[in-house]
Nanobody, 122 residues
């Protein structure tokens, strides 16, 4: 059974940093595509960053230059380093695993984590 478990969200002031982790089990972790999404109250879910085994990394314009996606195959962990955080980054953050490639993200997502909350105060 595939499980994705996010952690290390929290509350920070604007300009601060957080590093989210997503531990993956039961999935062919070293291949294909994994991404981070976020959803703020009253807003649609949006893709934040993606890492594809054949294509590389992709970032939404809103986080480019501030966020970095990476993975550690030995630890089965996907990470999202978030620097220079802004109040508009406040959201629930989800990691997801999928396959294929489309416009920077996976073509389809098969597995999702339960989410971790990030709150940035001004």
């Amino acid at each position: 059974q595939v499980q994705l478990v996010e952690s290390w969200g929290g509350s920070v002031q604007a300009g601060g940093s957080l590093r989210l982790s997503c531990v993956v089990s039961g999935y062919t972790y070293s291949t294909n595509c994994m991404s981070w999404f976020r959803q703020a109250p009253g807003k649609e879910r949006e893709g934040v960053a993606s890492l594809h085994s054949d294509v590389g990394t992709y970032y939404a314009d809103s986080v480019k230059g501030r966020f970095t996606i990476s993975k550690d195959n030995a630890k089965n962990t996907l990470s999202l380093q978030m620097n220079s955080l802004k109040p508009e980054d406040t959201a629930m953050y989800y990691c997801a695993a999928g396959e294929g490639y489309r416009r920077g993200f996976c073509y389809e997502y098969n597995y999702w984590g339960q989410g971790t909350q990030v709150t940035v105060s001004s």
